[in-house]
C-alpha cells in the first residue's frame, strides 16, 4: 500500500526541540522530493519544507529558516524534520508529503495524515 | 515569501458553478506553470484536484478544471454538488526551491 506515516509530534514547551519523522511505503522513496507541509488549528495550509531526491535542493519557508531542518535517509524510506527553538506559533498539524518528481517542483501527489505539535508552557 | 491570495469564501446553489482565483506574482503564479489545487474536507487530509496548471489527475471529475492568467490562477467547479462543500487551496512553485500555498477558500454549497 502506497503510504506516508508519521510520527514523533507531541505537546513540547516552547524553546525546546523536537524531532518529527516520516516513514514510506508502497513507492520508490528516493525518486521523489518530498514536502512538510502544516496546519495550525482552523487555519489553512502552510509549505515548512522540501528536500530533493538525494538532499541536495532544500527549501525552507522564511517562518521556519534557522531553526528547522529537513533530511531524509533514503536507505530507511524516511524522512524527518528536526525543529529547535519552538514557538506557540509552531502548533499546528505536520503533514509529511510525496512530489511529483526528484525536485523541489511540481505538485504533491500523496499525503500522511499528520502529526500533531503543540507548543505550550 | 507571501502567500498566494484566494478569496475567503465563494457559494452557489447545486448545479451552479463556481469560480476560485488564486493570485500571486510573476516570481510565483506567474513565472512558472507549476500551479496545483488541492481539495479539503474537515478532518481530512488535503486531495489533489489540479496538477500542473488545467490538468487533471484519474478519478477527479471533469467538473472540475484550471486555468491561469497572467499572475492569477483558478480553480473552476461547474455542476456544483453537495460534496464539493470543502476548503480549496492553491499551491505554486515560487522559486528557488520554494513553495507557497494560497490562503485557502471555503466553497459553500447553499
Known amino acids: 500500500e502506497v503510504q506516508l506515516v508519521e510520527s514523533g509530534g507531541g505537546l513540547v514547551q516552547p524553546g525546546r526541540s523536537l524531532r518529527l519523522s516520516c516513514e514510506a511505503s508502497g513507492f520508490t522513496f528516493d525518486d521523489y522530493v518530498m514536502h512538510w507541509v502544516r496546519q495550525a488549528p482552523g487555519k489553512g495550509l502552510e509549505w515548512v519544507s522540501s528536500?530533493?531526491?538525494?538532499?541536495?535542493?532544500?527549501g525552507y519557508a522564511d517562518s521556519v529558516r534557522g531553526r528547522f531542518t529537513i533530511s531524509r535517509d533514503n536507505t530507511k524510506n524516511s524522512l524527518y524534520l528536526q525543529m529547535n527553538s519552538l514557538r506557540a506559533e509552531d502548533t499546528a498539524l505536520f503533514y509529511c508529503?510525496?512530489?511529483?518528481?526528484?525536485?523541489?517542483?511540481?505538485?504533491?501527489?500523496?499525503w500522511g495524515r499528520g502529526t500533531l505539535v503543540s507548543v505550550s508552557s | 515569501q507571501s502567500a498566494l491570495t484566494q478569496p475567503r469564501s465563494v457559494s452557489g446553489s447545486p448545479g451552479q458553478s463556481v469560480i476560485i482565483s488564486c493570485t500571486g506574482t510573476s516570481s510565483d503564479v506567474g513565472g512558472y506553470n507549476y500551479v496545483s489545487w488541492y481539495q479539503q474536507h474537515p478532518g481530512k487530509a488535503p486531495k489533489l484536484m489540479i496538477y500542473d496548471v488545467s490538468k487533471r489527475p484519474s478519478g477527479v471529475p471533469n467538473r472540475f478544471s484550471g486555468s491561469k492568467s497572467g499572475n492569477t490562477a483558478s480553480l473552476a467547479i461547474s455542476g456544483l454538488q453537495a460534496e464539493d462543500e470543502a476548503d480549496y487551496y492553491c499551491?505554486?512553485?515560487?522559486?528557488?526551491?520554494?513553495?507557497?500555498f494560497g490562503g485557502g477558500t471555503k466553497v459553500t454549497v447553499l
Open positions: 528536500i530533493s531526491w538525494n538532499s541536495d535542493y532544500i
Open positions: 508529503a510525496k512530489g511529483d518528481r526528484s525536485v523541489p517542483m511540481g505538485y504533491i501527489d500523496l
Open positions: 499551491f505554486s512553485y515560487a522559486g528557488s526551491y520554494a513553495m507557497s
